[in-house]
């Protein structure tokens, strides 16, 4: 990581100061300090102001009617206290919501990790089309997710899709499995295309921080056997782990809070078997217009994204990109 | 590995066998990614009759056109000029909005700027489907369900921090020296900034507007909430409504699928580089 530009601020100051005359150097830093910060202010003040409307109030009022029994019909909303919590904790979709969004975000990462991982190395070499082959493999990535979805919602499809056509290929007969409408597999096949969707961005950014590492090590590591694995334990990983931990912790909030795939594929369905937090808030509000109830569950998924962002501020300060 | 004898001759067949296996390992994470597509590009060529054929083939026996041009009808031509004139525009506004604050970030010290930014960086964490609760009410009350206007201002939630925070990568990897120099010969630090940091930051812009436009053109969650008209749904939306109840026109939604898709993987063909450099400056360097 450059050095250069982390104290821009600071450094810029001292260099302008030293080259000011002696009689006039008390203030002309303090006068350049007070210019900077006005004109600082002033530039970022259309940014700040969209933030605090369109975010911070929406969501100090989205927390606030969690508190609430309101509903579309009832234009006077009574304040009760945890009570939408209590009956949150008190449903079995609730639990249900929860297990399958730590399943599906926590699967969908460490898949996108490993397979991330893995073609960056492989990525990495070079052959004859390395550019094409990478290209191409980003393109699922840059795939909007409404696309993605309906493809595989087509892919799945038990009797023309292309799933059950590549089982045929290996020899059974009749496998016209119904990957979405079966509550038993229908997680599994969400995962499996948020892996697809995901892994390219992993891959990219993997991509980038092996540059860092030495062409030899990287060769080494996939010609030789098992030595091979222990030059990407010792000396790939730790070097590039600064961007493993930002890749995966911004794959997990990702892939926590996406809405569009499961959506489109199952709506959550069949049953609860594929609702996550953000499926299910969508339906309780926009469906069954509890606002109270919905408002409850964006803040129970607020208070577990908290941790992942206190992590997150964690790994940023320590790559110094808050400087 | 079994080979044995001396240490040179031995790492010359293995090497080549490895490279041989590496190849092939790249050939079949090309088709994990890709032959998805080939479902659907082949799927739009396909008539009804086809569908049912067991083994399916991936090249129809009788391509035909008529999906695509089916799928060129008028609502979906409204949903493409929606798209179209949302994405652009939010994305004008993102940029200019965008470039200001993050060169403040990058290049000015003021109170509270660490702990600003920080707080821009969190946003990216949020929950979309949190924020539309009350957004959604907010433009209901005021009666612009169903504008423009709705869909841009809620689409500069999540563009404007993504955009502040890449392209303050790539300011911040522009030196410093070159404004220092265009001061000294009497430029203002706006000056300086207009005449030295943007032009040589235009790859940089371009990353970043192209990022924009993407996550603008596939949005999904606040399309579908803050439109309820057909005419001013948005690809996304719009393509959705062809799912139909009983039975849906597979051929048909997939040469649509395949239209969205082209200028999107067109764009990115295009601006490859600049993309990824952002992603990953924006990503891991800040």
């Excluded at chain 1, 929406?58 to 029994?69: N, W």
């Excluded at chain 2, 039975?247 to 898709?261: P, V, Y």
Aim: glycine share 8%.
């Amino acid at each position: 990581m450059p050095q250069s530009w982390h104290a821009v601020g600071g450094d810029f100051l001292a260099d302008t100061a030293s080259q000011v005359k002696p009689a006039a150097a008390a203030r002309a830093p303090r006068r350049r300090a007070w210019r900077d910060a006005y004109l600082g202010y002033f530039l970022i003040a259309p940014t700040l102001i969209l933030i605090g409307v369109l975010i911070v109030l929406p969501l100090v009022e989205a927390i606030g009617l969690s508190f609430t029994d309101k509903l579309f019909i009832n234009p006077t909303p009574r304040f009760v206290g945890l009570q939408n919590y209590l009956n949150a904790i008190q449903s079995d979709v609730f639990w249900r919501v929860v297990l399958n969004s730590l399943l599906w975000a926590g699967i969908v990462v460490v898949f996108q990790f490993l397979l991330g991982l893995g073609s960056a190395l492989l990525l990495n070499r070079n052959f004859h089309g390395q550019a094409l082959a990478r290209a191409l493999v980003i393109l699922p990535w840059v795939t909007p997710g409404v696309v993605a979805g309906l493809l595989w919602k087509l892919l799945y499809d038990p009797y023309i899709g292309g799933v059950n056509a590549f089982i045929h290929l290996f020899g059974i007969p009749d496998p016209w499995i119904p990957w979405l409408g079966n509550p038993s597999t229908a997680l599994g096949a969400v995962i499996f295309t948020a892996i697809w969707k995901g892994s390219p961005f992993s891959m990219v950014m993997y991509l980038a921080a092996l540059q860092g590492v030495s062409q030899d090590s990287i060769e080494a590591a996939l010609i030789d056997g098992a030595n091979g694995w222990n030059r990407l334990w010792h000396v790939i990983l730790p070097e590039i782990m600064p961007t493993v931990r930002i890749t995966v912790l911004l794959t997990s909030v990702w892939t926590f809070n996406y809405f569009d795939l499961i959506y489109v594929l199952t709506h959550g369905g069949p049953g609860e078997s594929t609702e996550i937090f953000p499926t299910y808030i969508y339906r309780l509000f926009f469906e069954q217009t509890k606002l109270g109830a919905a408002t409850t569950m964006g803040v129970v998924s607020l208070v577990i994204l908290l941790v992942f962002a206190l992590f997150y501020i964690r790994e940023l300060n320590r790559a110094r990109v808050l400087e | 590995m079994s080979v044995q004898g001396s240490a040179v001759r031995a790492a010359r067949p293995r090497a080549s066998v490895n490279s041989l296996v590496s190849s092939l390992l790249v050939l079949l994470l090309v088709a994990f990614f890709i032959l998805p597509f080939s479902w659907m590009v082949s799927m739009g060529f396909k008539q009804p009759d086809e569908w049912f054929v067991t083994p399916p083939r991936l090249i129809p026996q009788h391509p035909t056109l008529a999906n695509y041009l089916g799928a060129l009808d008028p609502a979906f031509l409204r949903y493409a000029f929606n798209s179209v004139l949302v994405s652009s525009v939010t994305t004008a506004i993102t940029i200019i909005c965008a470039l200001f604050s993050a060169y403040a970030f990058s290049r000015l010290a003021f109170p509270g700027r660490r702990q600003l930014f920080t707080l821009i960086i969190l946003t990216q964490l949020l929950p979309l489907v949190v924020l539309i609760i009350p957004i959604y009410r907010f433009f209901a009350e005021q009666g612009l369900i169903n504008t423009y206007l709705a869909l841009i201002v809620a689409y500069l939630t999540f563009t404007v921090p993504v955009a502040v925070w890449l392209l303050r990568g790539f300011f911040a990897s522009i030196p410093v020296d070159l404004e220092e120099a265009a001061k000294i010969d009497g430029c203002t630090q706006m000056g300086a900034f207009l005449r030295v940091v943007l032009p040589l930051s235009a790859p940089g812009i371009a990353g970043t507007a192209t990022y924009v436009f993407f996550s603008t053109w596939q949005e999904l969650l606040f399309a579908l909430s803050l439109t309820t008209s057909q005419d001013m749904r948005t690809l996304p939306v719009g393509i959705l409504g062809y799912i139909g109840e009983h039975e849906t026109n597979w051929g048909l939604l997939m040469a649509a699928s395949t239209l969205i898709c082209i200028p999107v993987f067109g764009l990115f063909l295009f601006l490859q580089r600049q993309f990824v450099a952002g992603l990953v400056a924006g990503g891991v360097k800040g």
